[in-house]
């Protein structure tokens, strides 16, 4: 199916495959060669941030929305592989059978794995707001003995669709999509879950804001604040692994909890609904990799005031490694 959309490309060793600041506007797949992307710094330098063979993928970020090239992209050797558009993927994972849910979760992954490595090279690197962490429970559930209800606090019926999770929900479909979830009230300071916990259940901030935060050694960073509309714990439940980072209650909040195994079973669908939070779920994770990348920006002005040029250099190399960035929504 992706075949049957991509357009056969081929490069001599040498030959340039996208340049720095140019529209993004698809993926490459490598089947056989090697390039190298390069960023050229302030002042002259040149700066190689990655090198990828046969079977990289190039670019994911524009299949999903347009954007930006980071660095120039070279082939290193003769290079053979397939260009992939944007509004030709588009059309592909609109379907809505197994193959197309496949492609659009794999694409998904690829995002997922991106920002888990931006996210590591992140919170390595010392930043001004970095404090003391917290003890947090280890092993057991947080939530536990917290209340659960079929019915929001409030009448959340016209309030629901203006959620930008749910921009794209009909309200047939937002019915479908929260059918088997709960509400729960939690307050300021309550985890959610913990780094190494498992990821028992997904949420949407409904009201009120949850904290992200990442724990490195003795200190710990904010990585994110949430509010309403936004998703939570989504990428450990699809990955079905131990959670990552801890999440805390920012205030008294309002969630909708859906429980691991729904919120897959409602991934993996084929109804509208599913379309439509599998189209959410990678929206909230650009929107993640934005704030990492501005993240890193701060810190690379801040390394170069410093004039630490290695650390400037990994993080440029972090960023520009991506190769290609959304375009700000």
């Known amino acids: 199916m992706l075949l049957s959309v991509a357009t056969p490309v081929s490069f001599v060793s040498g030959a340039t495959l996208v340049r720095h600041a140019d529209p993004a ?5 490598l089947r056989t060669g090697d390039v190298e992307a390069v960023v050229t710094l302030p002042g002259g330098e040149s700066l190689t941030v990655a090198r990828l063979g046969a079977g990289s993928v190039f670019g994911e970020m524009a299949l999903i929305e347009l954007g930006t090239c980071t660095a120039t992209v070279r082939a290193a050797s003769d290079v053979d592989g397939w260009f992939i558009a944007h509004e030709d993927f588009r059309a592909v994972v609109s379907q809505r059978g197994a193959v197309a849910v496949r492609l659009q979760h794999a694409v998904t992954m690829i995002l997922a794995q991106k920002l888990a490595a931006l996210n590591s090279k992140l919170i390595a690197a010392p930043a001004p707001e970095d404090r ?21 606090p409030f009448d959340a019926g016209g309030f629901l669709p203006r959620l930008p999770v749910f921009q794209h929900f009909s309200a047939d479909e937002i019915d479908e999509a929260i059918a088997s979830a709960s509400y729960l009230e939690v307050a300021r300071g309550q985890a ?5 916990g498992e990821a028992r259940s997904a949420f949407i901030v409904v009201r009120g804001a949850v904290e992200i935060v990442a724990a490195e050694g003795d200190c710990e960073r904010r990585m994110a604040v949430l509010g309403p509309g936004q998703l939570v714990g989504f990428l450990s439940v699809l990955a079905e692994r131990a959670h990552s980072s801890h999440a805390f209650a920012r205030e008294g909040a309002v969630l909708l909890e859906f429980s691991a195994q729904v919120f897959r079973d409602l991934y993996f669908g084929s ?4 379309a439509r939070l599998r189209h959410a779920v990678q929206a909230s994770l650009l929107a993640s990799i934005a704030r ?17 040029r290695r650390e400037s250099a990994e993080l440029e190399a972090a960023y520009h490694g991506q190769l290609t960035t959304a375009a700000p929504a």
Request: charge should be positive.
């Open 292 to 308: 990492t990348n501005r993240s890193l920006t701060r810190l690379i002005s801040q390394a170069k005031l410093d004039a630490s």
């Open 192 to 196: 959610l879950f913990t780094a190494g």
């Open 25 to 29: 506007r698809g993926a490459y797949v």
């Open 132 to 152: 003391a962490a917290r003890r947090v429970p280890e092993g057991s559930d947080p939530l536990a003995r917290i209340a659960r209800a079929r019915k929001a």
């Open 271 to 274: 109804t509208g609904a599913s």
